[in-house]
Each structure stands twice: as structure tokens, then as C-alpha cells.
């Protein structure tokens, strides 16, 4: 019984006390729940497909988010550890539990043997390069088409379950972990990792943090490998739910569209990109039931982006938090904003008399 009061203590102290933790809890109680109020397999299949492109949008966060290596092309990731996937499952026989960690680790392997020499560049040069690897890989896959399937891409791959109640659960597991996984990759005040303080200095004065001493070269590579192989994760999974692998993996927009979701939710933030995807991704497929739809969805699309951008430049998920919360200014920590005093240290806060 103590060990219960203890629980739940902590939980009353850093979950419920902090308004942005509590959206996050019942954020994903209500993915686990999901499946026990509806079975309907559309509506599943918008959420597994959200939960996918969120890994993507996450991976491609850590890299130009936090890092501040800004990629045009992180759709390569994703095609490789796609096609991957499904050829070592064709010709291998591999099971999904073999074949999406294998070939989101060959996605890191290509990645960085064409990467290493792109490191060199920073900025828009960096992402002009890392923008061609799509290109270049997708006309390789039309120039030997008997083995990449050509335009048709690879089908009849295994599903990740013969069940879709059990794909749900396998694909919002994988997410969970990810997620978690990148977020204390890049977490500043992280006890155990110093990378997250390390990449946001990178991101912040790449010249400053190389003469303090860190080699910004290992851990940009880290970073790569890192962002590159979770991309591979988000990649084997699409590849196994709708047991296809094409060439729409490669496509630049697919690429553009996990930075409109990060910026959309907030950059640098790893929930940021979860809550662009989790809007937008259903938005844009609800809007195709309809006929006018279907017409306007990319034009509705593009002025959601413009209002955010206009409105919330730093994101929905940063203006809304900023709402709900206020950072103590002697201790940081973070209260709800009807808070007068710091529930840590009492100090006033802003707005406290």
C-alpha cells in the first residue's frame, strides 16, 4: 500500500501538476483505448498510418530540429529500410520482427556512406545535397527494375499480423518506444546522456562547440545514424502494413512533409512533430472522403500552414503550452498557469501578487 501511495504521489506531483504532461497521458491512454471503443478499420488504419509517419517526423526532428542538420531528403531513410525490408522478406523469408530492424540498420549504412562526405556542409548546402539522394536512388530503382519492381514497387509482402486489431497494437507499441528512445536522446537535462545538450549546442554555434572541445563531427554522424535509423523503423513498418514497398517512398514531397509537420506542431521539440502529424495526417484524409475535397485538401493544407506560420511561428503545440503553462523564474520548473506561487520553491510567479 505504500508503495501505491508513493505512485501516486509522484504522479499527483509530475504528472497532473504540469498541464503538458496531462495532455500527453491522456493522449495515449486514449491510443490504447482506442481499439475498445471502435473496431472500425478505417479509423485504425488513419491512427496506425499516424502513428508511422510520426516516428518519420520525429527521426527527421532530431536531426534539423535539435541538431541543426537540416535534411531535404529524409525520405531516403524511410525508402531503403522500406525496400529492404521487403526484399529480405521476399527472397529471405524473413518474419517483420527481423526485417524492420535489419533494414532500418542498411538505411543507416547507405545513409552514411553517402552522408559522411555531406557533413562537411552546413546549412542550405548541407540540405541541397541531401536532397539529390532520393532522386539518384529512385532512378536507380527504374534502371533495375526485375529487382526494385520498378514503378510497381515490391508487393505481397507479410503483414505485421494477421490481425488488425494486433497490427495496431504492435505499430503503437513501436511508436511508444521510439518516441520515448529520441525524446531522452535529445532531452538537455538528461542525467544519463549528454548528447541533448551536446546537439543543441551544435544547432545553436557549431564553432563555439567545436572549440569547446567537442568533436561536432561524431556527433552530427551520431545524430545521423540515430535520426536515420528510426526513419528505417517508421519505413519497415509502412512497408509490412500495406505490404507494399514503391517508389512514392522516395518522393521529394513525402520527404517535404516531415518538416511541414514539425514546423506545423514545433520544431526541436519531439512532441512537436507528433501533434503536426496527429492534426494534419487526418485532416488531409477525412478532407478525400468528400469530392470537394479530394480537389481542395492540398490547398487547405497549405493555408493551415500559412496561419500557423503567420500566428503561431513557433508551432500549435509551443503557442498552446505556453497558454497552460508558466516556468518559474527562480527554480525553471514548470507549473500550470493559475498557479500564484512555484509548487517547488514558492516563489511568485509571472503575474503573482
Known amino acids: 500500500m505504500s508503495y501505491l501511495r508513493l505512485l501516486w504521489g509522484w504522479i499527483r506531483q509530475e504528472i497532473f501538476a504540469v498541464p503538458g504532461r496531462v495532455i500527453a ?9 482506442t481499439p475498445l471503443i471502435t473496431s472500425e478499420p478505417y479509423y485504425l488504419r488513419i491512427i496506425i498510418m499516424a502513428c508511422i509517419f510520426s516516428i518519420f517526423a520525429i527521426s527527421w526532428d532530431v536531426l534539423s530540429g535539435v541538431a541543426g ?42 545513409g552514411l556512406i553517402v552522408g559522411i562526405p555531406a557533413l562537411r556542409l552546413r546549412g542550405m548546402y548541407l540540405g541541397l545535397v541531401t536532397l539529390t ?117 522516395l518522393e521529394l514531397f513525402f520527404s517535404f512533409n516531415a518538416i511541414l509537420w514539425a514546423m506545423f506542431g514545433s520544431i526541436a521539440t519531439i512532441y512537436g512533430p507528433v501533434v503536426g502529424v496527429f492534426i494534419l495526417y487526418p485532416l488531409m484524409e477525412i478532407l478525400s472522403l468528400f469530392s470537394w475535397g479530394e480537389q481542395t485538401r492540398f490547398l487547405i493544407f497549405a ?11 513557433e508551432g500549435i503545440s509551443t503557442w498552446i503550452l505556453d497558454k497552460l503553462e508558466v516556468k518559474c523564474p527562480r527554480c525553471k520548473l514548470v507549473n500550470v498557469f493559475t498557479r500564484k506561487k512555484c509548487r517547488a520553491c514558492r516563489a511568485l510567479l509571472s503575474g503573482g501578487k
Open 303 to 313: 493555408l493551415v500552414l500559412i496561419f500557423t506560420l503567420l500566428f503561431m511561428p
Open 133 to 249: 539522394f532520393p532522386i539518384i536512388l529512385t532512378g536507380l530503382l527504374f534502371v533495375f527494375p526485375d529487382f526494385t519492381g520498378g514503378e510497381m514497387g515490391i508487393s505481397g509482402i507479410a503483414r505485421l499480423s494477421k490481425s488488425n486489431i494486433s497490427s495496431y497494437y504492435i505499430v503503437l507499441v513501436v511508436f511508444c518506444v521510439s518516441a520515448f528512445i529520441m525524446y531522452k536522446f535529445v532531452d538537455p537535462a538528461s542525467k544519463f546522456l549528454r548528447t541533448g545538450v551536446i546537439l543543441h549546442a551544435l544547432r545553436e554555434d557549431e564553432i563555439a562547440a567545436r572549440g569547446a572541445g567537442i568533436n561536432t563531427t561524431q556527433y552530427k554522424l551520431i545524430a545521423f545514424a540515430v535520426s536515420g535509423f528510426f526513419a528505417g523503423v517508421a519505413g519497415g513498418l509502412y512497408a509490412h502494413y500495406i505490404k507494399l514497398a514503391g517508389p512514392s517512398t
Open 25 to 33: 497521458a491522456v493522449f495515449f491512454i486514449l491510443l490504447f483505448i
Open 69 to 110: 542538420q537540416l535534411s531535404l531528403g529524409h525520405g531516403l531513410f524511410f525508402g531503403v529500410a522500406a525496400y529492404a525490408a521487403a526484399l529480405l522478406n521476399l527472397h529471405l523469408h524473413m518474419p517483420p520482427w527481423a526485417t524492420i530492424p535489419l533494414g532500418s540498420v542498411i538505411a543507416v549504412c547507405f
